[in-house]
């Protein structure tokens, strides 16, 4: 784009360069772009270890992890409604999962309608995780 397209653009005497410009851009980047097709939740479970098929069904605790810091007793008695504890973490940080007190994952809050979620970001190396336990 030319100095002159571009005041041109500023004065607003020529739109017809920038819808051209623009639908040009935007159809490379859109013929750029390829989805890999998930699996659906009955396609996962037809992948599943049919060896494993009693294990399936079996219940763990799951729990998130905002962070933790520790109190003393005199501190903890005086903790009332809108008494505010801080964490070991920033906002930006993941927020630990744990199931049945492991920690398998970290991931992100999300809201989703008038619940919290978490968006998986990252699954823990089963290596590191068995190192860090020693």
């Known amino acids: 784009m030319t100095q002159e397209e571009i005041d041109a653009l500023i004065s607003g005497t020529d739109d017809t ?17 390829e989805f890999t ?27 998130i992890e905002l962070g933790r810091t520790n109190m003393l007793i005199r501190d903890v008695l005086k903790l009332g409604r809108g008494s505010v504890v801080e964490f070991d973490k920033l906002v930006s940080e993941p927020v630990d999962v744990l199931i049945n007190g492991k920690k ?19 699954l823990v190396d089963a290596t590191t995780a068995s190192r860090a336990r020693r």
Do not use: C, W
């Open 17 to 33: 360069a920038l819808e051209e410009t623009t639908d040009e851009d935007s159809a490379a980047e859109a013929a750029d772009v």
């Open 37 to 63: 097709e998930l699996p659906s939740n009955d396609q996962a479970g037809q992948q599943l270890d049919p060896k494993m098929d009693m294990l399936y069904d079996l219940s763990l605790p799951v729990s």
């Open 104 to 122: 398998i994952a970290e991931g992100e809050v999300v809201v989703i309608d008038k619940h919290f979620g978490i968006r998986i970001t990252t």
